[in-house]
Nanobody, 115 residues
Framework: QVQLVESGGGLVQAGGSLTLSCTAS????????MGWYRQAPGQQRELVAG???????NYVDSVKGRFTISMDNTKKTVSLQMNSLLPEDTAVYYC?????????WGKGTLVTVSS
């Protein structure tokens, strides 16, 4: 059984930084891709950043230049370094992993950016 556990959310002032981490556990040899999504109140869940096993990354335009995603496939861990945070980055952030063709989700971690 695959489980994803996120950590690193919290309250930060605008302009500050946070790092989110997510670790996949279970009978996993390797991960195809991992990513971070977020959902703000009243909004749809959106992809923030993704990374494949080859290291190719993609970002939503609103975070380009501010967020950096990285993955350690040996540790089944993905991190999201978030700099220059804005109040509009406030949301619940979810980790997602594609493993053997199946999508798995974490329970989410809340990021609140105060103005």
């Amino acid at each position: 059984q695959v489980q994803l556990v996120e950590s690193g959310g919290g309250l930060v002032q605008a302009g500050g930084s946070l790092t989110l981490s997510c670790t996949a556990s279970g009978s996993i040899f390797s991960v195809n891709s991992m990513g971070w999504y977020r959902q703000a109140p009243g909004q749809q869940r959106e992809l923030v950043a993704g990374i494949g096993s080859s290291g190719v990354t993609n970002y939503v335009d609103s975070v380009k230049g501010r967020f950096t995603i990285s993955m350690d496939n040996t540790k089944k861990t993905v991190s999201l370094q978030m700099n220059s945070l804005l109040p509009e980055d406030t949301a619940v952030y979810y980790c997602k992993a594609k493993i053997y063709g199946e999508d798995y989700w974490g329970k989410g971690t809340l990021v609140t950016v105060s103005s």
